[in-house]
């Protein structure tokens, strides 16, 4: 059976910005959970979720959290799954806040951490992560960036018809 992907948020208010996230990983046919866990609000549940979710039949699991962001370290603490971070734009320092708590982890738990609200890169490196052991998956990626590819040629044929 095909291994699942974990989409956790710290709160509901992350939802809307990882909306494209689990509907790319719906796209590349991976099947996904999604969790509002909370590293400081409910941090039983985050370690108990992490603890068990290669057990659980997952095979990466994309934390998003703004502020201080702890929850993808956190939840990289309790398992050997990869963990990517989604870092969420906060009001106050644009997000900058919650890149730094998640990427300047310590030495032995590393979290692989994309672009301030990078939630459709996180669900794309999850796939690439997956495709590892899932042939697949793998064609199914090679095609996506096939059709990226031809969509910014297309963009350019149309920008050589234009007078500038
Ligand atoms: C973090 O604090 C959440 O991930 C969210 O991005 C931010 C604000 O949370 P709420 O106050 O909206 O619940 O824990």
């Known amino acids: 059976m095909s291994k699942k992907a974990a989409v956790i948020m710290g709160s509901d208010s992350d939802l809307d910005t990882m909306r494209p996230c689990i509907a790319r990983l719906k796209a590349f046919g991976i099947p996904v959970e999604v969790h509002i866990i909370s590293a400081h609000r409910t941090p039983a549940a985050a370690e108990r979720f992490a ?26 603490a309790y ?37 301030v609200d990078g939630a459709d890169n996180a ?15 793998g064609d199914k990626l090679e095609q996506f960036k096939a059709s990226m590819a031809a969509e910014v040629e297309l963009k350019d044929q149309k920008l050589q018809s234009e007078a500038l």
């Open 79 to 115: 398992t050997t799954l990869p963990v990517i971070g989604v870092p969420i734009k906060t009001s106050m320092m644009g997000g900058l806040d919650s890149l730094l708590s998640m990427v300047q982890m310590p030495k032995g738990i590393p979290v692989a951490c994309v672009a």
């Open 123 to 137: 669900a794309i490196l999850a796939a690439q992560m997956m495709a590892l052991s899932d042939e697949a998956l």
């Open 51 to 76: 603890s068990s979710a290669k057990e659980n039949g997952f095979g990466v699991i994309i934390a998003a959290a703004g502020k201080a962001a702890h929850l993808a370290g956190v939840l990289a």
